[in-house]
């Protein structure tokens, strides 16, 4: 079945901990992206990666870090640094001469 | 200041009426402007993209149009259902620019 999975679907992080979200696609998308969404704004780009061994920083990348050591994954570490990351997290990917963005069902992360 | 501007920003429908959502962008150089659907706790869905050189399409009972000259985008529901309720987000994409530019979104709810 392909497609584009985030695990887990909620997350629960105390004060100080690092977390990292999954994101698996096995559509053999080349580009894949990190979001977040907070409630009444739109999406955010956090990092995203064109290809494997290669990522940038997109417009809200503080206190968070990313890998691309494989095209069909790419993780998203949560630090500590990041002081309010109670949000939606989505993960999505496209083909490099398509424009659609293809999105995962979201990781929700909670801070206790 | 965002560049993609929707509203309204939340609308309640009867089941089986039409409504209509806009969307106004800053973005330039334009490339293409999609609608997504999402629904609660999920990941966007693709309904529609449109180039410059397009100023209609339709998926269903979902009908997007473009207006380059003037900035602007609506999406047409037609004969809502129960399941049409959820946000409606118009995304924009940029010549050159592999970010996309997102509005807040639609919130529509569609009451029995």
């Known amino acids: 079945d392909g497609g584009i999975t985030q695990s887990p679907k909620y997350l629960f992080r105390k004060e100080g901990q690092n977390v990292t979200l999954s994101c698996e696609q096995n559509?053999?998308?080349?580009?894949m992206y990190w979001y977040r969404q907070d409630p009444g704004q739109g999406l955010r780009l956090i990092y995203y990666?064109?290809?494997?061994?290669?990522?940038q920083k997109g417009d809200i990348a503080e206190g968070y870090s990313v890998s691309r050591e494989k095209k069909e994954s790419f993780p998203l570490t949560v630090t500590s640094a990041q002081k309010n990351p109670t949000a939606f997290y989505l993960c999505?990917?496209?083909?490099?001469?398509?424009?659609?963005?293809?999105f995962g069902p979201g990781t929700r992360l909670l801070v206790l | 200041k965002n560049q993609v501007e929707q509203s309204p920003q939340s609308l309640i429908i009867l089941e089986g009426k039409n409504c209509t959502l806009q969307?106004?962008?800053?973005?330039?150089?334009?490339?293409?402007l999609r609608w997504y659907k999402q629904d609660t706790g999920r990941g966007p869905v693709s309904l529609t993209i449109?180039?410059?050189?397009?100023n209609t399409k339709s998926n269903g009972r979902y009908t997007a149009t473009l207006d380059a000259d003037t900035k602007q985008s609506s999406l047409h529901i037609t004969a809502s259902q129960l399941s049409d309720s959820a946000s409606y987000i118009c995304?924009?994409?940029?010549?050159?620019?592999?970010?996309?530019?997102f509005g807040k979104g639609n919130q529509v709810v569609v009451i029995p």
């Open positions: 995304v924009v994409g940029s010549y050159g620019n592999n970010r996309l530019a």
């Open positions: 969307c106004n962008y800053t973005v330039s150089p334009f490339s293409n």
């Open positions: 449109m180039t410059f050189s397009e």
């Open positions: 990666s064109q290809i494997v061994n290669d990522f």
């Open positions: 999505a990917s496209r083909l490099d001469n398509q424009e659609t963005q293809y």
């Open positions: 559509l053999n998308h080349d580009a």
